[in-house]
Each structure stands twice: as structure tokens, then as C-alpha cells.
């Protein structure tokens, strides 16, 4: 349950494409495209340790949206007992998160030292969750806490978010 409320909201940010033409005439000799920088991996670049720290199990991982890449996007996932946690990393500024509708009560933060954009995503599960997107050389890279629905008396997400941040953060790029 929890993470079908995380693919919706993955979902909704990783409807952006971008359409190639070819008009058919004959390319220049040389170089066409310029290479963008790899994104950062979540999936391969934070260890187990810091996950189960974290609060989460690390056998849980789930890469992409329920499994399937979104382009543009490197996502991972994982669960614990009281909540799961999803890091995200885009080429996107995050300014684009501001302007996107449905996210909503943004506010500065700083976690582990490190400044950020918090913000909640409206619909039924915006008491659930909590996001934080941090700007990097590539983009942004976004932590995501969502709480367990099925328990009650959990800390607010937001809470949660502060604390995975202080273990995860450090070890997001700049």
C-alpha cells in the first residue's frame, strides 16, 4: 500500500519526455549530441549500513516506479516497520518542483548541514508523506518519507524525513 502512494506520486513527476525529429537530410561529420552527466545512483551508492540505520531494510529495494525505470530519473526505494524512504535523482532544478501543481507547502530547510526545499504532495495521502529536494551539480536529489497507513500513532512524517536525512544526506552529491 505504501509503495503504490509512492509510485503515484513518482508518476506524477516523471510525466516529462522529450521528442527527437529528423528532418532526413544528411548529418555534419563530428559530434551531434553533447553527453549529459550520469545521474547519481541511490540504488548502488548507499549502502546497506546507512539504510538500516536509517531506519529501513535494505531488502526491500525497489528501483524505479514499481519496478520500472522512468527516464530522466534514477529512483530507489525501500521499507521499513513505520515508513518507507525513496531517493530520487533528476537533471530537473527545483524550481520545477516548486511550479509542479499538487506539490505544496514548501518551506526552507536544513538537514545535515545541507539546505533544502520541504514540501508536501495534496491528495489523500498528504498527511502520509513528506519530500525534501535538494539542489546538486546534476539537478536535484529528493528524499521521500511516507508513513506506514496502516499504523497509528506514527511521528509526522516530516519528523521522520529529518532524522533518515541527518544518516542519508551526507552521502547525497553536491
Known amino acids: 500500500m505504501k509503495r503504490a502512494g509512492t509510485a503515484l506520486v513518482v508518476a506524477g513527476l516523471a510525466v516529462v519526455g522529450l521528442v527527437g525529429c529528423d528532418s532526413g537530410e544528411p548529418r555534419s561529420k563530428g559530434p551531434t549530441t553533447t553527453a549529459k552527466p550520469a545521474l547519481w545512483n541511490p540504488c548502488t551508492e548507499i549502502s546497506d549500513a546507512a539504510l538500516t540505520e536509517a531506519g529501513v531494510d535494505p531488502t526491500t529495494e525497489e528501483k524505479g516506479v514499481a519496478g520500472i525505470p522512468q527516464s530522466g530519473w534514477e529512483i530507489c526505494g525501500w521499507a521499513g516497520p513505520d515508513y518507507s524512504i525513496t531517493v530520487y535523482t533528476t537533471n530537473k532544478p527545483v524550481a520545477d518542483f516548486e511550479q509542479?501543481?499538487?506539490?505544496?507547502?514548501?518551506?526552507?530547510?536544513?538537514?545535515?548541514?545541507?539546505?533544502?526545499?520541504?514540501?508536501?504532495?495534496?491528495?489523500?495521502?498528504?498527511?502520509?508523506?513528506?519530500?525534501?529536494?535538494?539542489?546538486?551539480?546534476?539537478?536535484?536529489?529528493?528524499?521521500?518519507?511516507?508513513?506506514?497507513?496502516?499504523?497509528?500513532?506514527?511521528?509526522?512524517?516530516?519528523?521522520y524525513l529529518e532524522r533518515v536525512g541527518e544518516v542519508l544526506v551526507p552521502l547525497f552529491p553536491n
Open 100 to 159: 509542479k501543481p499538487g506539490n505544496v507547502d514548501f518551506r526552507d530547510v536544513t538537514i545535515a548541514g545541507r539546505t533544502g526545499r520541504e514540501f508536501k504532495v495534496t491528495g489523500a495521502s498528504k498527511d502520509l508523506g513528506c519530500d525534501v529536494v535538494f539542489p546538486a551539480s546534476t539537478g536535484v536529489v529528493q528524499l521521500q518519507i511516507f508513513n506506514s497507513a496502516i499504523k497509528s500513532g506514527l511521528d509526522d512524517p516530516c519528523a
